[in-house]
Every structure is written in C-alpha cells, then in structure tokens.
C-alpha cells in the first residue's frame, strides 16, 4: 500500500485538525483525505476570539485557510458533522450524518470543552445571561453583552478570564472579576506578572476579587447576584466564566484508547492504538524534559503536534520541538511566555510599569529555563534559544538592556 493509496481521517476541524492537513498535503500525501467538523464554521483560530473579534466585529478575521484551500487540496471538509463512534480495530468511524467511513489512519484533533460551572445554572440556560468563551458561536453571542453601561460578572482569572476583562472594559462595559485562586494567571504566569496585571486591570477599572471561592448564584429583581464565600454580594447583567477546560476525549476513551486527562500520545503523536494519532488540546503528551505526560492548551503546541502527527502518518521523523511558547493579550500588552512558569527564580530587564521588560526564569542552579516579554517580542526567538540551551548568563548581564539577546543566544548556539 503506498501513502497515495491509504485514507487518512482527521475528527475536529480545529487549529490541529486543519493544520495537519496542511501539512499532509505539503508532504506531498495524494490519498483521499477527510477532514471532520462538528461545528458549522470552516475551521478557524480560537486566539482572536477573547480579542479582535469582539473588538473589532466587522473586520476580524480568524479562519485558518483561505476559503478555497480545502477544495484546491482536494480536503473532503465534512463540517456540521460529528464523529459519534470510532472502531479502531476495524478501522472504521461513523458520523452524524449515518454515514461511516473507512480509514487507514485516522487523526483526533478534538480539542477542548469548557469546564462548566452548574452552580451557574440556576440562573438560566448557557448562551442567554450566562456564557463562556470557546467557539465563534459563544464570542457572537458575547457581542450584545459586552456593551457601554452593561455590568460584567467574570468568573476565573485565568488567560481567557483577563483578556475577556480587557475586551469588556474597552467596550465600555463594568467589569467584576471573581477568581479563587490567591492570584490572577495562577497556572501559567509567575506572581510577579500576576500582581503586576491585578494592579493594570485594577487601574482600569476592573474590580477584582481574588481568593474567594463562589458560594452562590441567584437572580433577584431581575439582577444576577453572585455571593463569595467570605459573603460578598457582586451584582450584574450577565455572568461570563472562564474556569479551564477538560479535554475532549469523548470518542477516545469510548474506543478504548489510552486516556488520562487527554489521549496519551508519544513524541511522534501515535495513540495506544497503531493506527490512531492525536493531537492538540485532546492530547496529553510525554515529555522527556519532566519526565511526564503534559497536555498544553496552546496554539503553538496545537500547530507543532499537527505537523508531527502528520509527519509520522507519513513515515517521517518529528521535527525538533522548541520552548513551550504561548502569548496574550490584554490591556496593550502583548505578553509572550516561553519555557516554564515555574521557575524558583525571576530577574526583570527592565521594569513591568514601564514595558518594554523582559522577565528571565531561572532554575535554584542558575539555568535560564523561563522567559516572559512584555511589548518586546522581538527578544522572543532569542530567549527560547537560550532556553533550549538551559545557558547559565550572569545576572547583571540578563539584566542589562543594553545586552544585546541576540548575541547572547549567538554565543550559546
Ligand atoms: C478564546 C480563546 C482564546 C485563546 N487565545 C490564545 C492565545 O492568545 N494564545 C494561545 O497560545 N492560545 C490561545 N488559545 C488556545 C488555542 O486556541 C487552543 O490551544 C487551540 O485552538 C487548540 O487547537 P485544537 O485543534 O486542539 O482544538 P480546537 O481548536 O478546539 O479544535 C477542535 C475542534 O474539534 C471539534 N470536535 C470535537 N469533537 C468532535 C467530534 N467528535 N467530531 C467532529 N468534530 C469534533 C470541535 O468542535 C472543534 O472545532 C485560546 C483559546 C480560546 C478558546
């Protein structure tokens, strides 16, 4: 059997989905090659969502592929559709639609839910004066609520939380953000970023309340009103929330696969199953640097096991994975992050208050093993060089913006 004679069918139209299809055909894969998507829309990035198009509605464009690449790739896009059922043995997976399709290998490029909050039901149904945030179809229906003189309950300050905070508040909107945990970004930012974005948000007028988990949710007088457990009453006209996500994994683990928070996959992508990969926010993946299975919910690390799960469907060795990498966007500031958040240690070029800054992680030996820029991208492909090399750079040297980051990273390649 050659790689033109094989069928290759991708499950979820997403930012993995349609890059490793892409990618297939950039290989030179010829063979019938399906591209499965429950939601209606051609696949499309899920970043401009919390940003430009509830900013700028009319002009934001987020699709992957230019409208006619599917077709000119030969892509059967197959949208509105769900993969209900796999049988990896027989190699076989069945739609929606009834129809079922046989293939010789197949991709789960399912993504991610939201992690709901049912206390939240009580107030009615998702999508009226509750929402959340991951598809096109959620952010359309945020559009009407982030409006001058609505009030916004936010509940989680993570990465989506606080982008969605900065959207509302230049809209117009009155902002309140709840969050549980002590700080802001707990799980991907340093406490030095997250007290420096409590005090940007707090700065433009958001009120937020860190630390105290909700006790309740009811409507009253036609007000939402949330209570904290340490009492405090937050009124409102809509609640948004951001908690996380779980991992689709719906079809996986009906199939028999190995899951565990997300599909396990090796290095190359493969599943437990020989001829089923995965890739994206679905997979948890194995890292030789930890020495265990780690599921990113990045675009980056949706973009770089696309092209390896596709790679490896052809035979072909991965490329090498850099640093971790991951940015947002909230109030003008572009915030980039490479290599691990955890860092015992964390050195400023610069200051925060006064971006441009760079933030360097470094590890109780002195290896640089993190770093974070604030409006100073370009300093990025640099640090994760340098990342990579776990270099040892003197303090005063890191810090000293006049230490020109390229020609440091030159002098450890
Ligand atoms: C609002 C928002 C803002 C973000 N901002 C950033 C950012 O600034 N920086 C960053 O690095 N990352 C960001 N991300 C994260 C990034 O978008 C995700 O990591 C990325 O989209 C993951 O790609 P994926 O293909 O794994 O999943 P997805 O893009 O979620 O695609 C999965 C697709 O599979 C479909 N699907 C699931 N099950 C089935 C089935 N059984 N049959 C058919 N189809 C199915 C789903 O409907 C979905 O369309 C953001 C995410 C969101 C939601």
């Given at each position: 059997?050659t790689?033109s004679?094989?069928v290759?069918?991708i499950?979820g139209a997403?930012q993995a989905g349609?890059?490793a299809?892409?990618?297939l055909?950039?290989?030179?894969?010829?063979g019938r090659l399906?591209?499965?998507?429950?939601?209606a829309?051609?696949?499309?990035?899920?970043?401009?969502l919390?940003?430009?198009v509830?900013?700028?509605?009319?002009?934001?464009r987020?699709?992957?592929?230019a409208e006619?690449f599917?077709?000119?790739?030969a892509?059967e896009?197959?949208?509105?559709?769900?993969?209900?059922a796999l049988?990896a043995q027989?190699?076989?997976?069945m739609l929606?639609s009834?129809?079922?399709?046989?293939?010789?290998?197949?991709?789960l490029?399912?993504?991610?839910r939201v992690?709901?909050l049912p206390m939240?039901?009580?107030?009615?149904g998702?999508?009226?004066?509750?929402?959340?945030?991951?598809?096109l179809d959620?952010a359309q229906r945020?559009?009407?609520?982030l409006?001058?003189?609505?009030?916004?309950l936010?509940v989680?300050?993570?990465?989506?939380?606080?982008?969605?905070?900065?959207?509302?508040v230049?809209?117009?909107a009155?902002v309140?953000?709840i969050?549980?945990?002590?700080?802001a970004?707990?799980?991907c930012a340093?406490?030095v970023l997250?007290?420096?974005l409590?005090?940007?948000h707090?700065?433009?007028?958001?009120?937020?309340h860190?630390?105290?988990?909700?006790?309740?949710?009811a409507r009253?007088?036609?007000?939402?009103?949330?209570?904290?457990?340490d009492g405090?009453?937050l009124?409102?006209?809509?609640?948004?929330?951001?908690i996380?996500v779980e991992p689709?994994t719906?079809?996986a683990?009906a199939?028999?696969l190995h899951v565990e928070?997300?599909i396990?996959?090796?290095?190359?992508?493969r599943t437990?199953?020989?001829h089923?990969?995965?890739?994206?926010?679905?997979?948890?993946?194995w890292d030789?640097?930890?020495?265990r299975?780690?599921?990113?919910?990045t675009?980056?690390?949706?973009n770089q096991q696309?092209q390896?799960a596709?790679?490896?469907?052809?035979?072909?060795?991965?490329?090498?994975?850099?640093?971790?990498?991951f940015?947002?966007?909230?109030?003008?500031?572009?915030?980039?992050?490479?290599?691990?958040?955890?860092?015992p240690e964390?050195l400023?070029r610069?200051t925060?208050?006064?971006p441009?800054?760079?933030?360097f992680?470094l590890?109780?030996e002195?290896a640089?093993v993190?770093a974070?820029?604030?409006?100073?991208?370009r300093?990025?492909r640099?640090?994760?060089?340098l990342?990579?090399?776990?270099a040892?750079?003197?303090?005063?040297?890191l810090?000293d913006p006049?230490?020109?980051?390229?020609?440091?990273a030159r002098?450890?390649?």
């Amino acid at each position: 059997m050659t790689a033109s004679t094989i069928v290759i069918v991708i499950v979820g139209a997403g930012q993995a989905g349609a890059l490793a299809a892409a990618e297939l055909r950039r290989q030179g894969y010829a063979g019938r090659l399906v591209l499965i998507g429950e939601e209606a829309h051609a696949p499309y990035e899920r970043p401009p969502l919390s940003k430009d198009v509830l900013l700028q509605p009319q002009t934001a464009r987020c699709a992957i592929h230019a409208e006619g690449f599917y077709a000119e790739h030969a892509i059967e896009l197959k949208l509105g559709v769900a993969a209900t059922a796999l049988d990896a043995q027989a190699r076989t997976v069945m739609l929606s639609s009834g129809e079922t399709i046989a293939f010789d290998k197949l991709l789960l490029a399912t993504g991610a839910r939201v992690r709901r909050l049912p206390m939240l039901d009580a107030l009615g149904g998702l999508g009226e004066s509750v929402h959340t945030l991951r598809t096109l179809d959620d952010a359309q229906r945020l559009l009407p609520v982030l409006q001058p003189g609505k009030r916004v309950l936010l509940v989680g300050a993570g990465v989506i939380g606080l982008e969605l905070a900065s959207s509302a508040v230049d809209l117009g909107a009155q902002v309140t953000v709840i969050e549980q945990a002590p700080r802001a970004m707990m799980r991907c930012a340093p406490p030095v970023l997250s007290a420096h974005l409590c005090v940007v948000h707090r700065a433009r007028g958001v009120a937020l309340h860190l630390g105290s988990p909700l006790a309740a949710a009811a409507r009253e007088r036609g007000e939402i009103v949330l209570t904290l457990e340490d009492g405090t009453r937050l009124t409102g006209n809509a609640v948004i929330y951001g908690i996380g996500v779980e991992p689709e994994t719906t079809l996986a683990q009906a199939a028999g696969l190995h899951v565990e928070n997300g599909i396990v996959i090796d290095a190359q992508c493969r599943t437990s199953h020989a001829h089923v990969y995965a890739a994206g926010d679905a997979a948890t993946q194995w890292d030789e640097a930890s020495g265990r299975h780690q599921r990113r919910e990045t675009w980056e690390n949706a973009n770089q096991q696309a092209q390896t799960a596709a790679r490896a469907i052809l035979g072909l060795a991965p490329e090498a994975r850099e640093a971790d990498w991951f940015w947002t966007d909230q109030c003008g500031l572009n915030i980039q992050f490479a290599g691990d958040m955890a860092a015992p240690e964390w050195l400023a070029r610069g200051t925060l208050d006064t971006p441009p800054c760079v933030l360097f992680g470094l590890d109780g030996e002195g290896a640089l093993v993190g770093a974070i820029t604030v409006n100073q991208g370009r300093d990025m492909r640099s640090a994760k060089a340098l990342i990579g090399k776990r270099a040892r750079i003197a303090r005063e040297t890191l810090a000293d913006p006049a230490q020109n980051l390229r020609n440091l990273a030159r002098e450890f390649a």
